[in-house]
């Protein structure tokens, strides 16, 4: 069972939605059968509200389901309660981004574009506390709280589970100056060392690469269980937006991939990424 509260909720979602489609009932008539609102029916279906272990039971008596099935997703629903580390951390981290980090720490590959800035999964805390402080009307606590979940989140690539990550990186995201040469020194010094891990490929898009497949950062996240679809993830200032259906995945699959062909081999990428620290080592 996926580890993250994010990850049981859609996965509870994603079950309760197949059940309904396998009886052939809309939203609508499963709704008017239990005494409920269709829209609650969606709700439950889409993640967008909390399912009750009782609303799971009414569902799957309905539905005829088995013992089995019932009780292994009423248990999702108990556990999709649970809080998950990063959400102690309160207003550090918007409500949008809570539901990004959760499944981000259940993915089994992790495929990143950044075009403006580099990987939060290999930023600095100096360098995060500079973007939150010049791109955020934040508190100084939030601030704190903020740059804490964006380096207890880069645990992820170093543990024995960790995900495929392969990042590409436009090369404006390592001459693009934050906080000033010491800061970048060091910023890059980590993303060097990032890239030696195990689990990590690092890439970089040379600004000779002609054009290419992309007009803006994309994450794309992929499960262990063949039943969690993959999911591609773009944010922006306020929201997010998270794409899953088969035609959005394929043609963000194929962006990457050219995206891959135009970049710098990863041992090209590490000769580029040590002549830029240079220049802000003189």
């Known amino acids: 069972m996926a580890g993250s509260p994010t990850a049981r909720r859609r996965r509870l979602s994603i079950e309760l939605k197949k059940l309904r489609e396998k009886n052939a009932l809309t939203c609508a008539q499963v709704g008017e059968a239990l005494d409920w609102s269709g829209s609650k029916v969606n709700r439950m279906e889409t993640g967008s509200g909390r399912v009750q272990p009782s609303d799971v039971e009414a569902l799957c008596r309905f539905y005829g389901t088995s013992a089995e099935l019932r009780e292994f997703l009423k248990s999702l629903a108990r556990q999709a309660k649970t809080r998950g580390w990063w959400q102690v951390h309160g207003s550090g981290v918007p409500e949008w981004f809570n539901i990004y980090i959760g499944l981000e720490q ?25 973007l939150h402080t010049t791109g955020a009307h934040m508190s100084a606590e939030d601030i704190d709280r903020a740059v804490r979940v964006r380096l207890e989140r880069q645990d992820m690539l170093t543990r024995p589970d960790a995900p495929d990550a392969w990042f590409i990186v436009n090369e404006g995201a390592l001459r693009n100056v934050i906080g000033g040469h010491a800061l970048m020194r060091e910023q890059l010094e980590q993303v060097l060392a990032s890239a030696e891990l195990p689990s990590v490929t690092l890439q970089v898009l040379p600004f000779d690469s002609g054009t290419y497949p992309a007009t803006g950062s994309f994450t794309m996240l992929g499960f262990p269980d063949p039943e969690d679809p993959d999911i591609v993830y773009r944010d922006g200032i306020t929201d997010a937006t998270y794409l899953e259906g088969e035609h959005h995945v394929r043609e963000y699959t194929r962006a990457f991939d050219g995206l891959r062909a135009a970049a710098l081999s990863p041992q090209r990428s590490t000769q580029l990424i040590k002549s830029v620290l240079k220049e802000y080592t003189r």
């Open 106 to 130: 259940d993915a089994s590959t992790f495929r990143q574009y950044q075009c403006e800035l580099l990987p939060g999964l290999m930023q600095t805390a100096a360098y995060a506390r500079e």
